[in-house]
């Protein structure tokens, strides 16, 4: 495991070196306290923290827990604030659903429930290439935009090894419609990586998609109110009852737009099972307002596929390949 004051010598970008400040803090895991403290991914902070890291409710943080054998972090969303006294103003509290979530998230042994540690305020990585972030564990975000495309932006916030090969989609479907509508598309993609653990990646740096906070993603936020006439995201789920099969969700105003892809892909024969809106397997149909892809377009897909759609190329070109052939020829601008 590294150290992250050593990474930071030797890696990172001078840009990073200067804005990256980590503060030192306590931290309590809790789930009663605020009902945000329920999410593994939530924490709360008191308003003294917030003005001395100078982030607002609603941003990402990185909690880095100290150990023995180095730094272990994980990335988490500002839901609360405590200021009732019941903690120090140096506090902060860690949510998870079941204790688990703490061990997977920051290592934290089985019974432990407080821990010394820091807060970073910086979510990405800057200055690393996808080589560079695999080697350091790190997390990177990507954006592919000309200052100016109204058209359409695919976004992978779980690229990497999050979830895998949704990025892979979205470069896939800005490629083959950088040929039909130059101008016309944009790319927003994340990716994490984590290779001391098996599925370390997703336990880093997974922000569920109603939490990603423009203001913690530099590259995000310049185009954050720009207006796409269409947005996409590829996402990963798992599903042992429903093994190949898709989620189209999320908010469009062109109702025909998850028919047309659902008959696209079907048409493939590739024995991909589409579910659409409610009819999708557990709670991932991105029907919430504040879900990212919402927040960029009020024509936006959330497209979630297993694992097995998402491992083999032939299947998971079918799915970006829809996306392709039915919003291609779709934006107007
Ligand atoms: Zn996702």
Known sequence: MYNVSEKTQKGMSSKRDTISAAYTATFIANNDKFPSLSHREHCAVSSNQIEKIGLTLGQQIRILRTTTDGTK??????????DDGEYSEDTVLVGYKDQNDLWERLRLPMGEHCFEGKIDVQATAEGFDDD?????SEFIEHLT??????????????????????????QYVYDELLLLSPYRVSTWICKGFNKEEDGGA???????????????????????RRGFEYAVAFHGFSDEEHPMSICIGGITNDK????DIKMEIESKNAGIK?????ECPRNINGDNVKNIVNRLSTNALQIEQTKEVRDKSKSR?????????????KITV
């Open 132 to 136: 560079k972030a695999r080697e350091n």
């Open 274 to 278: 589409v579910y659409m809106d409610k």
């Open 256 to 259: 025909k737009l998850k028919e």
């Open 202 to 224: 997703f336990n880093r740096w997974h922000i569920t998609s109603i939490d990603i906070s423009e203001n913690s993603f530099p590259k995000l936020k310049t185009v954050y």
């Open 145 to 170: 935009d000309d200052g100016q495309n109204t058209g359409l932006i695919v976004i992978a916030p779980h690229g990497g090894n999050i979830e895998r090969h949704t990025d892979d989609q979205a």
């Open 73 to 82: 972090l994980a990335l988490y969303t500002i839901k609360d604030v405590h």
């Open 317 to 329: 070109l079918i799915v970006a390949d829809a996306v392709v052939k039915v919003i291609g020829p």
